[in-house]
């Protein structure tokens, strides 16, 4: 396939741009939140992080699907594939029903476990109820996110990012400080205008697969998903389920550390969302060009090709790096003027600085995860993945509340913590890609 960097080329870019305009538009919502009162974007931190634990694993869970389609792709073998696309559209919905009773119902009880101080608890619950209807659409958004990935046909979600995302920038500007005689709702106002733009966005993405479907190969027809066995959904989810796990882990790591960050003050959580906000533009990217990757690599399994495997893995393993080196560049250029989109506090921004620089360091260590883990996955090995993030689980927990509950290290052994787990991962993810083999 000598074509393979524009079949990369073809996928990663209209995920990657739709990904890049929603992380602006929700730049733009943290902005517009951070310099009303840090403790608004301390909530969002909080609030978003358990949140998304449990959205992503109900994506992360439809990547077995996508990975068995990829690889029936490549063996030509496509009507086989759309018997998997078709369980996943029938029964991938039931999950992210019971999500939004959870997230409704028992939003406070999870602030709580979290160490939520009082000021910030009662705006996480909020943000988190108004917010929860999007679980309603996430079942099927994955299903077809599965569809439009496999059938490299990805070009419509460029539409969808801008639509969403300048939908959602009017709605946060309108609803959050209350223009145009509508109530100034605040944080309040920042979840409904997402949830109003989520919603939007998907009934346009549903628009697409019915007016474009000629486009989308690998979809299955309104027969084969009424006849759908659920034996395929469940060989899906068996290989799916380790890539939602080790998504599920680092989530919860990510939640521990928040939980850590919460002991030392009501404002550390805010620091770090606002410091993670900025490095997020750049993972959105290389996550675009991974999940490029995790497809293309599908095929060349499919295929059985261990040359195009490794060249598709290789090549964008190093483009990821180059973004990588750019990002730590322009940071180690201009911190400052960067924190002071989001902040107008001179006090977090100078002991922001160091933090805005070792982030973008970290990105060498994630682009590695992030790309030769989805060429790991593109085999078919979900396992070793979710092995090397159980033990990246554990160390990043211990290793950051040794280096603020023992050494004293605040913030920066947070930080420090998450650069080290990023690096190690990254280095034993890279010696099981070379031991590959068809």
């Not at 419509?156 to 709605?171: A, C, D, E, H, K």
């Not at 145009?180 to 409904?192: D, H, Q, T, V, Y």
């Amino acid at each position: 396939m000598k074509d393979y960097k524009s079949k990369i080329l073809k996928i990663f870019i209209p995920i990657m741009l739709s990904n890049v305009i929603s992380q602006i538009q929700m730049l733009i919502d943290r902005i517009f939140l951070g310099r009303m009162d840090i403790l608004f974007m301390s909530a969002v931190g909080n609030a978003t992080a358990p949140v998304w634990t449990t959205l992503s694993f109900v994506f992360s869970l439809s990547m077995g699907a996508s990975i068995l389609i990829s690889q029936k792709v490549g063996s030509k073998e496509v009507e086989a594939g759309k018997e998997f696309a078709a369980s996943l559209v029938k029964y991938h919905n039931v999950i992210p029903v019971l999500l939004f009773l959870f997230w409704t119902f028992a939003s406070p009880f999870v602030y709580k476990m979290m160490g939520v101080g009082e000021n910030v608890l009662e705006l996480c619950v909020s943000y988190t109820r108004i917010y929860a209807p999007v679980f309603l659409i996430t079942g099927i958004g994955a299903a077809y996110s599965v569809v439009f990935q496999t059938s490299n046909y990805t070009k419509p979600l460029v539409t969808y990012g801008i639509l969403r995302s300048l939908l959602n920038i009017i709605l946060d500007y309108v609803l959050i400080f209350g223009k145009f005689g509508f109530p100034r709702m605040e944080i309040r106002g920042a979840a409904l205008g997402t949830t109003i733009a989520e919603f939007v966005g998907a009934f346009y993405l549903f628009y697409v697969v019915i007016a474009k479907k000629d486009k989308f190969f690998t979809s299955p027809s309104w027969n084969q998903i009424v006849k759908a066995k659920f034996s395929k959904y469940a060989k899906s989810i068996k290989l799916g389920v380790n890539s939602a796990l080790e998504d599920f882990l680092w989530n919860i790591s990510n939640l521990f550390i928040i939980r850590i960050l919460n002991t030392i003050d009501e404002k550390a959580a805010g620091i770090y969302t606002m410091v993670f906000s900025i490095e997020v533009i750049f993972v959105v990217v290389i996550g675009a060009l991974g999940s490029s990757t995790m497809t293309v690599s599908g095929e060349a399994t499919g295929a059985k090709n261990l040359p195009l495997y490794r060249k598709v893995v290789g090549t964008a393993m190093l483009w990821s790096s180059i973004l990588s080196a750019a990002a730590l560049i322009i940071s180690c250029i201009i911190p400052k003027q960067i924190l002071s989109i989001f902040t107008t506090d001179k006090e977090v921004i100078e002991m922001s600085v160091i933090f805005v620089i070792l982030v973008q360091f970290n990105l060498f260590g994630k682009s590695g995860n992030i790309v030769i883990g989805s060429g790991i996955r593109g085999y078919g090995d979900t396992r070793w993945m979710l092995i090397t993030q159980t033990i990246g689980t554990v160390m990043v927990v211990a290793v950051a509340a040794l280096f603020v509950f023992v050494f004293k290290w605040g913030l920066l052994g947070v930080f420090l913590a998450v650069i080290l787990d990023e690096a190690l991962r990254a280095i034993a993810n890279s010696i099981r890609f070379l031991k590959i083999k068809f």
